[in-house]
C-alpha cells in the first residue's frame, strides 16, 4: 500500500491509496482525511486509466517534415539547450498553467525566470474574484471548511453542487440531513435543485445587482452591523451610491423577483449562521470582479462573516503554505504578455517571439479564441510542449516532452479549498521514457546554466515547508499522506481585515451591463467526469450539446436534438440542442474542454474579453446566438 495524491488543478486535493497487486493497482481514497474522508471523484479515479491510456505520449517527439518520430532524450536535450542558447532570452515565451500543482511544479517558472525568458500575464481561473476580495479584505481568506458545519443557512452563490467538487456535494447532503437549509442562485441548469431547499435563478452576470438590492433593504432597515461598518473605509459614500438606486432597478437588473429579495434579505439580517458559497462561474463576466465585491461586501455588512458558522468560502491560494524555494525575481511587467489574446498581443507589440515552452496548460484550446492562440503557437519557429497527450497545443509544437503524471513523481501541493497539504508520491515508474517536468527542467538547467538554478528535489521540498504554518517534519508528511496546517478557523475574526489598518474598503461604483447586446450569455461549465480538457479522444465523437431553455427568445424555430449552428461574432460551432427549462431564458450551457480537431471546442467562437478586476477571462459575457445548421457548408 502506498499513499499519493492527486496533483490535478482542483481545489479537492485529494490523498489517495494505492494499492498494487501485480500488473493491477486500484486507487481509493484516505478516509483518514478530514476533507475528501476517502472519496474521490471520476476525475481521480480515472487517473490510472490515464495514466495507463494507449494514446499517452511516452518518449519524446520530434516533429520532421511535419510528422512526429521518437528521438531520444539525449537528443531531444541537446536541441532545446541549442535552441534556448542561441536566442536572446526575450525571443524565448513561457507559457505554464496550473495542469498540474505542487511545490516543484514551479521549477520551469523559475528556470525561465533565470534566463530572464517573456512570460504571460492574466488568469484564466479565479483571478477576478481574488482580486475582488483582496480589494475589499486586504487579504484572501475564509474560514475553515469544516466550519460550513456550523452554518443554519448556506446561501449558494453559483457553486455547481453537484459537478466541481463531490466532498462539497457529499458534504451538503450530510448538512441538510442535520437540519441546514441550502439555497442556491444561479442561472440554471446545474441541478442544484436535488440539492437545495430553493433555488433562485438570476440572469448571467448580474449578483451584484442581486447583492446591491439585499444591501439596500438592510440599510432601509438599519440592519447594518455597526462594528463592520466602523471598521470599514467609504461606508457613506457607498450607501448613498446604493440608496440611488431604486429596488425594482435592482430587481429587474438581475431578473429576481422582489419576493425571493426580501426572502435573501431576511436571511442575512436573522440572527442565524449564515454561509455564503461563492462559485467561480460569477466572476467570469465583464464585471465578475464587481460580482464578487458585491456578494462579499453584503457577508460583510450583514456581519455574516469571521464568526462560527458565518463566513463567505470563495478560494484561497494553495501555495499559502510554502516558501518559495528559489528566490528568483518576478519578471517585470513590461516582459508579460497577455494570455488571453496571445497573437494579437505578440503582433501588437512587434514581440518576435522564436521560441516557446509550454507546460501544464492546454493553451491552444483553453484559452479564449483558441484559434488564434493556435496561430501564435504555429508562428513561432519552435515550440516545445511538455505534456502526456496530443491535444490541439501538443499536435501544434516541433517538439513533445512527455510528462511523468500523478503517482509516477513525488511531489507535495496545497489545496485551494481547505487547510491540508498533501504528499503526492511516486507510485508507479513513469510511463515508457516519460520523465517528470522537475527532472527535465534540472538537467535542461545543468545544459543551459553554468549555475544550476533548480537544486535537488529534497532541497526544494525541505525549504518550501519551512513556514508557519507547517508545523510537521518532512518525513511525517511523507508517512501520513497529509497533515493539517495550523491556520486559525475563521477569518476576519472580529471584523479586523488584512490591511495594515485592518479595516475593509467598499465598493465605489455599481457597473451596468452593455445594453441590447445581440444573443444569450454562453456558459461554458465544467463537465462533470473531466477536468478541463482532459478528455479521451475516444469521448468526442458526438456533436457538442447546447442546453437552452423553450423560454429562450432565440431558439427560434429550432427543436429538441435538432442540430444547429451556434454563432457569435468571432465564429460558429455546430452543436445539437438540448432543452432545459430549468436554465434563465438568456442563457445557454456548453460543457467545457472539448478539442478543437474534433470541432468541440466553444472557446473557437470565445472573444478574449478581459474581467473588471484582476486580468480574468470574461468567458461567459460572450453574446452567441443560434442559426439553422443546413445554413452551413464550412462545419
Ligand atoms: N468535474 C470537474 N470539476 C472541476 C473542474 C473540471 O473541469 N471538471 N475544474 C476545476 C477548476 S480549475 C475550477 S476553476 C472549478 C470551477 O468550478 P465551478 O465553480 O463549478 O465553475 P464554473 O463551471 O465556471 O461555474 C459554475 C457555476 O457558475 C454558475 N454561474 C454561471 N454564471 C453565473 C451567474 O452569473 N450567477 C450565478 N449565481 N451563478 C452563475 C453556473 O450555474 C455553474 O453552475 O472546478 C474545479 N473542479
Ligand atoms: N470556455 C471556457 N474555457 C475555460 C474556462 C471556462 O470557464 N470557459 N475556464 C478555465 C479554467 S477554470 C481553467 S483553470 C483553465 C484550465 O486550462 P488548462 O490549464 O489548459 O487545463 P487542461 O485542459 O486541463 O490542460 C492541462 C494540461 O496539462 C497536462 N498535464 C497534466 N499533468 C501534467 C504534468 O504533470 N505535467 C505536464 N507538463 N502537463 C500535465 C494535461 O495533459 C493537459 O493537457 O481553462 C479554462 N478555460
Ligand atoms: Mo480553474
Known amino acids: 500500500?502506498?499513499?499519493?495524491?492527486?496533483?490535478?488543478?482542483?481545489?479537492?486535493?485529494?490523498?489517495?491509496?494505492?494499492?498494487?497487486?501485480?500488473?493491477?493497482?486500484?486507487?481509493?481514497?484516505?478516509?483518514?482525511?478530514?476533507?475528501?474522508?476517502?472519496?474521490?471523484?471520476?476525475?481521480?479515479?480515472?487517473?490510472?486509466?490515464?495514466?495507463?491510456?494507449?494514446?499517452?505520449?511516452?518518449?519524446?517527439?520530434?516533429?520532421?517534415?511535419?510528422?512526429?518520430?521518437?528521438?531520444?532524450?539525449?537528443?531531444?536535450?541537446?536541441?532545446?539547450?541549442?535552441?534556448?542558447?542561441?536566442?536572446?532570452?526575450?525571443?524565448?515565451?513561457?507559457?505554464?498553467?496550473?495542469?498540474?500543482?505542487?511545490?516543484?511544479?514551479?521549477?520551469?517558472?523559475?528556470?525561465?525566470?533565470?534566463?530572464?525568458?517573456?512570460?504571460?500575464?492574466?488568469?484564466?481561473?479565479?483571478?477576478?474574484?481574488?482580486?475582488?476580495?483582496?480589494?475589499?479584505?486586504?487579504?484572501?481568506?475564509?474560514?475553515?471548511?469544516?466550519?460550513?458545519?456550523?452554518?443554519?443557512?448556506?446561501?449558494?452563490?453559483?457553486?455547481?453542487?453537484?459537478?466541481?467538487?463531490?466532498?462539497?456535494?457529499?458534504?451538503?447532503?450530510?448538512?441538510?440531513?442535520?437540519?441546514?437549509?441550502?439555497?442556491?442562485?444561479?442561472?440554471?441548469?446545474?441541478?442544484?435543485?436535488?440539492?437545495?431547499?430553493?433555488?433562485?435563478?438570476?440572469?448571467?452576470?448580474?449578483?451584484?445587482?442581486?447583492?446591491?438590492?439585499?444591501?439596500?433593504?438592510?440599510?432601509?432597515?438599519?440592519?447594518?452591523?455597526?462594528?463592520?461598518?466602523?471598521?470599514?473605509?467609504?461606508?457613506?459614500?457607498?450607501?448613498?451610491?446604493?440608496?440611488?438606486?431604486?429596488?425594482i432597478e435592482l430587481a429587474d437588473r438581475c431578473n429576481v423577483s422582489i419576493e425571493n429579495i426580501r426572502k435573501l434579505s431576511s436571511i442575512y439580517k436573522s440572527d442565524k449562521n449564515?454561509?455564503?458559497?461563492?462559485?467561480?462561474?460569477?466572476?467570469?463576466?465583464?464585471?465578475?470582479?464587481?460580482?464578487?465585491?458585491?456578494?462579499?461586501?453584503?457577508?460583510?455588512?450583514?456581519?455574516?462573516?469571521?464568526?462560527?458558522?458565518?463566513?463567505?468560502?470563495?478560494?484561497?491560494?494553495?501555495?499559502?503554505?510554502?516558501?518559495?524555494?528559489?528566490?528568483?525575481?518576478?519578471?517585470?511587467?513590461e516582459r508579460k504578455v497577455l494570455l488571453h489574446d496571445l497573437?494579437?498581443?505578440?503582433?501588437?507589440?512587434?514581440?518576435?517571439?522564436?521560441?516557446?515552452?509550454?507546460?501544464?496548460?492546454?493553451?491552444?484550446?483553453?484559452?479564449?479564441?483558441?484559434?488564434?492562440?493556435a496561430q501564435a503557437v504555429e508562428n513561432c519557429k519552435f515550440v516545445v510542449t511538455v505534456d502526456a497527450f496530443m491535444n490541439d497545443t501538443a499536435a501544434r509544437s516541433n517538439l513533445i516532452l512527455p510528462c511523468a503524471l500523478t503517482m509516477e513523481r513525488d511531489e507535495i501541493l496545497g489545496s485551494a479549498m481547505h487547510n491540508c497539504i498533501a504528499w503526492s508520491g511516486k507510485v508507479f515508474e513513469p510511463k515508457g521514457s516519460a520523465m517528470s517536468d522537475f527532472d527535465i527542467i534540472r538537467k535542461l538547467g545543468s545544459l543551459v546554466f553554468e549555475n544550476n538554478p533548480i537544486p535537488k528535489a529534497e532541497t526544494c521540498f525541505k525549504k518550501a515547508i519551512q513556514t508557519p504554518s507547517i508545523t510537521n517534519s518532512l518525513e511525517e508528511i511523507k508517512k501520513q499522506g497529509f497533515i493539517e496546517t495550523t491556520w486559525p478557523v475563521l477569518a476576519y475574526e472580529n471584523y479586523v481585515f488584512g490591511f495594515a489598518d485592518g479595516k475593509m474598503r467598499l465598493p465605489k461604483k455599481l457597473n451596468s451591463n452593455p445594453q441590447k447586446e445581440k444573443g444569450f450569455n454562453l456558459l461554458t461549465l465544467v463537465n462533470k467526469n473531466y477536468i478541463h480538457s482532459q478528455i479521451p479522444a475516444q469521448k468526442q465523437d458526438k456533436l457538442p450539446e447546447l442546453y437552452i431553455s423553450s423560454e429562450s427568445p432565440y431558439l427560434a424555430e429550432l427543436e429538441n436534438h435538432s442540430e444547429a449552428m451556434l454563432c457569435t461574432d468571432i465564429g460558429k460551432l455546430k452543436i445539437t440542442i438540448r432543452i432545459d427549462n430549468t436554465i434563465h431564458p438568456d442563457a445557454a450551457i456548453i460543457r467545457r474542454g472539448g478539442w478543437m480537431k474534433f470541432k468541440q471546442n466553444a472557446n473557437s467562437i470565445i472573444a478574449p474579453l478581459i474581467t473588471d478586476i484582476g486580468v480574468g477571462a470574461a468567458y461567459y459575457s460572450q453574446k452567441a446566438w443560434l442559426e439553422p445548421s443546413s445554413l452551413s457548408i464550412s462545419d
Not at 294 to 316: D, H, M, R
Open 274 to 333: 449564515v454561509s455564503s458559497l461563492i462559485g467561480w462561474g460569477v466572476q467570469r463576466y465583464s464585471f465578475g470582479g464587481e460580482n464578487v465585491r458585491y456578494i462579499t461586501t453584503l457577508c460583510a455588512l450583514s456581519g455574516k462573516l469571521g464568526k462560527e458558522g458565518s463566513g463567505f468560502y470563495y478560494n484561497i491560494s494553495s501555495g499559502r503554505n510554502f516558501a518559495s524555494w528559489a528566490d528568483t525575481p518576478d519578471t517585470p511587467q
Open 1 to 247: 500500500m502506498s499513499i499519493s495524491a492527486c496533483t490535478l488543478d482542483c481545489p479537492g486535493t485529494c490523498s489517495f491509496i494505492v494499492e498494487k497487486k501485480g500488473e493491477q493497482a486500484t486507487i481509493k481514497g484516505n478516509p483518514k482525511h478530514p476533507f475528501s474522508k476517502g472519496l474521490i471523484c471520476a476525475k481521480g479515479k480515472a487517473l490510472l486509466k490515464r495514466i495507463n491510456h494507449p494514446d499517452r505520449i511516452t518518449a519524446p517527439l520530434l516533429k520532421r517534415n511535419g510528422k512526429f518520430e521518437p528521438i531520444s532524450w539525449d537528443e531531444a536535450f541537446k536541441i532545446c539547450a541549442a535552441e534556448i542558447k542561441g536566442l536572446d532570452a526575450e525571443e524565448c515565451l513561457h507559457i505554464k498553467g496550473y495542469g498540474f500543482r505542487g511545490v516543484l511544479a514551479k521549477a520551469s517558472t523559475v528556470f525561465f525566470r533565470s534566463l530572464g525568458a517573456l512570460e504571460t500575464y492574466g488568469s484564466l481561473c479565479d483571478e477576478a474574484g481574488c482580486e475582488a476580495i483582496i480589494q475589499n479584505f486586504g487579504s484572501l481568506d475564509q474560514n475553515n471548511i469544516s466550519d460550513l458545519d456550523k452554518a443554519d443557512i448556506i446561501v449558494n452563490w453559483g457553486k455547481d453542487l453537484s459537478r466541481s467538487s463531490i466532498h462539497i456535494t457529499a458534504l451538503i447532503k450530510k448538512l441538510r440531513k442535520s437540519g441546514t437549509k441550502v439555497i442556491s442562485i444561479s442561472p440554471g441548469g446545474d441541478g442544484n435543485e436535488k440539492l437545495s431547499d430553493e433555488t433562485i435563478l438570476i440572469r448571467p452576470g448580474t449578483d451584484r445587482f442581486l447583492a446591491a438590492a439585499i444591501i439596500r433593504i438592510l440599510i432601509e432597515g438599519g440592519n447594518i452591523e455597526a462594528q463592520v461598518v466602523k471598521n470599514s473605509i467609504g461606508y457613506d459614500e457607498f450607501k448613498n451610491l446604493i440608496l440611488k438606486y431604486d429596488s
Open 343 to 373: 497573437k494579437n498581443e505578440l503582433e501588437a507589440r512587434d514581440i518576435k517571439v522564436k521560441f516557446m515552452w509550454i507546460d501544464g496548460i492546454n493553451v491552444a484550446n483553453q484559452v479564449p479564441n483558441c484559434t488564434e492562440a
